[in-house]
């Protein structure tokens, strides 16, 4: 073959250094790369194998978990408790799942709700019967006073429940009740104390309405309330800490009874139907096995509790729950915007998964998929930032600015004034 007809990188005594240069380059480039990146840690825990999408299930190892699966270790247990923050729409649309996940096994469950007093039993009975149309549910319950997260994300559940006809029970106590019940906790002693116990000095009403137990808190289940008082937000504004025995102990008695009171009407739905009971209630009722869970195996010793929890993509914890369902942490402002978490990089970034037309979030140029990356002086390293922030330019009265990443852009975002409507 004629040395003309050879191809330049094949010919003889010359193909090294007919190579395009490109050629030469990109090796080079490659051995450049590898000379700086260090290898990656091996001992680094895996907390997932598997990158879930929203709604997925997972199990406590942090594998996935398929539906039938999570159907096939509810099937032998008496009550399925399942965790939710109450403000967060995938939680809500993974009960209506797992509803009707059990709605189609060999035993029809029944439904248990936190959000409902047990007193209004009969319209929730009318509600799954099909006496009681769906648009009247809300007013008939007084869902604003008894309840007040917004009745709209709860829809997906209540049509699980319509849709297969299931018996539905409250579990809970009226807030009114609850609420005389804290005001006598803080002006007699502690419960089991004859000398001013809280519960006798209620009406023979409101005692009624009580679980006929008040199971106290275990050991672990005191820290943790412990905890959870020193940081609620609603605490500190009325001056409780918990190092105030009387505000502890009216805390520890407001959710003994909250939780002896779930785990009474479950029992006793379980008694009445002799099926199983799907409780949905707040993830920190359900965490762990120490709010209702604990009072369950009092009531009803020997019947077997599967706990559900969400999980938000942090460390998952084995004691938890046995099953997890992802559902990213999300947040709605009335500004216009919602947020939500998504894993990244080992943490979490934050990015706009929602703007409503005419907000001021809008206005402020704010669109779906921008990443938030400082909220006023504030990392974005938990949505915690975002209520930093804001408290501060409302106290300062100062304008709200983002910091935000769109595509390789860093942009910033003035949502004006926090405390007025509008666009800025």
Known sequence: MPLALIPRALAPGRGAFLLPRAAWLLPALVLGLCACARPAPTQQPMPVSFLPAPGEFLSNAGDRLSPEALRARAASAAYVL???????????????????????????????????????????????????????????LD???????????????????????????????????IRRLSAAAMQNATLGDPAGDPVASLSPEDRAQLPARIIPPAPEQEAFLREVMGSHPRAKARGGTADDPRQLARFQLIQSVWDSAMAEQAVGARRATGRPVVVLAGAAHVEGGLGIARRLRVLDPGAQVLLVSPWRGDALDKADAEVRVYCPESFESRMGMTLVSRPWGGAFEYVVGAVVRGSRAEGAGLRPGDVVERAGGYRMRSLNAMHLAGSDAFREKKSLVLVIRRGEEALSVDLGPLGRQGRP
């Open 82 to 140: 399942v965790g939710e923050s109450h403000g967060n729409a995938c939680d809500h649309e993974a009960e209506a799942r797992i509803i009707t996940l059990l709605a189609h096994g060999e035993t029809v469950p029944v439904v248990g709700l936190e959000m409902a007093p047990a007193s209004l039993n009969p319209v929730l009975r009318a509600f799954s019967e099909g006496a009681l149309a769906p648009e009247e549910l809300e007013a008939r």
């Open 143 to 177: 869902w604003k006073t008894n309840w007040g997260h917004p009745f709209a994300k709860y829809l997906p559940v209540f049509q699980a429940i319509r849709r297969f006809r299931l018996p539905v029970y409250g579990l809970n106590v009226p807030p009114g009740v």
